[in-house]
C-alpha cells in the first residue's frame, strides 16, 4: 500500500522587550530577546494535519519561547547576571565565553573582578538613567573570538551594504557555503562580479564532482580488466598486479579528492560559517580577511537598536 505523506514546515521569528530589575544592585533594565519557533505537520492523504497546523505550531513555539525565555545579558550597572538568567540557560552550550568554554557557565562566580558579555546576547539599557549619562542607543560590537570568530545576531542588517569579497558597494548577496544544519542558507552582500566568479567556482565544482562519480566506475572496469588479462597469462604476477592496481586506484581517487576539496573550501570567500543556532538566530562567522572582520564589527556598531527598545525606553524615562 502506498500511503501519500506530506510534510510541511513552518517557523516565526519574533522579539519581545525584557524589562529586569537587578537582584543585585536594583537598577532597572531593559534588552530585547529574539526566538525563532518551528513547526511542522503531516497530512496524509491531504487528511488530518496540514500547513496551517504547522504554522499554528511555529506560532505556539514561538509564543512559548518569548514568555519562557531569558538570555545571558549582564546587568549594564554592576555587570551581575540574574540567577533566572542563568538557570534558563544552564543548557545553552557556549564555543566561547569570557568565562570559558561548555555550559552549565557561572559568570557571577568572577564577580566583580571580571564583566563581559555572552556572544551574541543583546545590548542592555539602564532605565531610569538618572546621572547625566546618555544611555546607548546602538548595539554593542560583537567581541573578536579566537580564530576571528565574531557571533552575529541575524535578525536585522548586521551584514553592511557593501560586497564581502572586495568591500565594494553591494548590489546583491550571495549564499554562504552550504553547511551541516544550516537550511535554509544564509546570504550576505556582494558586488555583481564577485557573485559571478563565485556562480562560476560553483559550476567548476559541479563538474569535477560528476567528473569524479564517473571516474570511480572507470577505475573499477580498468582493474577487472587487467586481472583477467593477467590470469589468462600466468598466475604468479596476479599479486603483483593487484597490488600495482590497487595503488593507481588510490592514486587516482587521491587526485581527484584533492581537486575536489581544494574548490569546495571556495578559498575566495573571506568568511565562513562555522555554527548557527537557529532557536536564538546567533550565528558564528569565522572571517579569513581581517578587513573584512572590521568592516562588519564596525558595522554592527553603528546599527541602532530596534525601534520597539527604542520606544519602552522613551515611555519609561522619568519626565
Ligand atoms: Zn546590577
Ligand atoms: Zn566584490
Redesign the pocket.
Request: glycine residues 0%; contains cysteine; neutral net charge.
Given at each position: 500500500m502506498l500511503i501519500h505523506v506530506t510534510t510541511f514546515s513552518a517557523a516565526n521569528v519574533g522579539a519581545v522587550i525584557k524589562e529586569v530589575t537587578c537582584e543585585k544592585c536594583a537598577a532597572r533594565f531593559v534588552y530585547e530577546m529574539i526566538r525563532r519557533g518551528t513547526g511542522s505537520g503531516t497530512a496524509i492523504y491531504g487528511i488530518g494535519s496540514d500547513s496551517q497546523t504547522a504554522a499554528n505550531e511555529a506560532a505556539e513555539a514561538l509564543n512559548r519561547f518569548l514568555v519562557d525565555g531569558e538570555d545571558l545579558v549582564a546587568c549594564p550597572q554592576c555587570g551581575w547576571f540574574q540567577e533566572s538568567m542563568i538557570a534558563k540557560n544552564a543548557t545553552r552550550y557556549w564555543y566561547w565565553s569570557p568565562w570559558g568554554v561548555g555550559n552549565r557557565l557561572n559568570p557571577n562566580t568572577t564577580m566583580p573582578t571580571k564583566r563581559g558579555h555572552f556572544p551574541g546576547t543583546p545590548t542592555a539599557v539602564l532605565l531610569d538613567a538618572h546621572n547625566n549619562t546618555v544611555p546607548t542607543m546602538f548595539q554593542r560590537p560583537p567581541d573578536i573570538e579566537p580564530d576571528n570568530v565574531l557571533s552575529i545576531r541575524m535578525f536585522q542588517n548586521e551584514f553592511p551594504p557593501i560586497?564581502i569579497?572586495?568591500g565594494?558597494p553591494a548590489t546583491t548577496t550571495v549564499d554562504l557555503e552550504p553547511q551541516a544544519g544550516i537550511n535554509p542558507a544564509i546570504s550576505v552582500p556582494?558586488?555583481s562580479?564577485?557573485a559571478e566568479a563565485k556562480a562560476k567556482r560553483l559550476r567548476r565544482l559541479k563538474m569535477k564532482l560528476f567528473a569524479m562519480f564517473f571516474s570511480l566506475p572507470l577505475v573499477g572496469l580498468l582493474t577487472l580488466g587487467i586481472m583477467t588479462f593477467v590470469s589468462e597469462e600466468n598466475d604468479g604476477g596476479t599479486l603483483l598486479s593487484m597490488t600495482f592496481m590497487l595503488l593507481l586506484a588510490a592514486l587516482i581517487c587521491g587526485v581527484l579528492a584533492h581537486f575536489f576539496g581544494n574548490s569546495s573550501k571556495d578559498k575566495h570567500m573571506p568568511l565562513k560559517i562555522v555554527r548557527m543556532d537557529w532557536e536564538t538566530l546567533i550565528c558564528r562567522v569565522r572571517f579569513d580577511d581581517l578587513q573584512c572582520l572590521a568592516r562588519v564589527r564596525d558595522h554592527i556598531g553603528t546599527l541602532p537598536l530596534s525601534k520597539n527598545i527604542l520606544e519602552y525606553i522613551a515611555a519609561s524615562q522619568p519626565c
Open positions: 560586497c569579497c572586495c565594494q556582494a558586488c562580479s564577485c
